[in-house]
């Protein structure tokens, strides 16, 4: 059974930066393409970003593009999201998911795992 564990959510000021990580375990790490999505207070639960599990190519919404990174590191099951500028409207619940063999969807019903999500808050 796949365990997504999210960290590094926190409070920071708008302008900031902040660096997520995501824990995998109990499959073949390589095999996943891995996703990041927030939901926010009272909204849908949207996409940020995904990294194939080939090759990898990376996938961004709209809102990240240019402020927001996705990396992962095979040897250590991790994937990161690195996020910079950060503004009031990034506040959410920030969600690791995993997808075997996906082409980087970005609709959430398309992944199978789920962490239990970190808290990312950007005040103003």
């Known amino acids: 059974q796949v365990q997504l564990v999210e960290s590094g959510g926190g409070l920071v000021q708008a302008g900031d930066s902040l660096r997520l990580s995501c824990l995998f375990s109990?499959?073949?790490?390589?095999?996943?393409?891995m996703g990041w999505f927030r939901q926010a207070l009272g909204k849908e639960r949207e996409f940020v970003a995904a990294?194939?599990?080939?090759?990898?190519?990376?996938y961004y919404a709209d809102s990240a593009k240019g402020r927001f990174t996705i990396s992962r590191d095979n040897a250590k099951n991790t994937v990161t999201l690195q996020m910079t500028a950060l503004k009031p409207e990034d506040t959410a619940v920030y969600y690791c998911?995993?997808?075997?063999w996906g082409p980087g969807h970005f609709r959430a019903i398309e992944y199978e795992y789920w962490g239990q999500g970190t808290q990312v808050t950007a005040s103003s």
């Open positions: 990294i194939s599990w080939n090759g990898p190519s990376t």
């Open positions: 998911a995993a997808d075997l």
């Open positions: 109990g499959r073949a790490f390589s095999s996943y393409t």
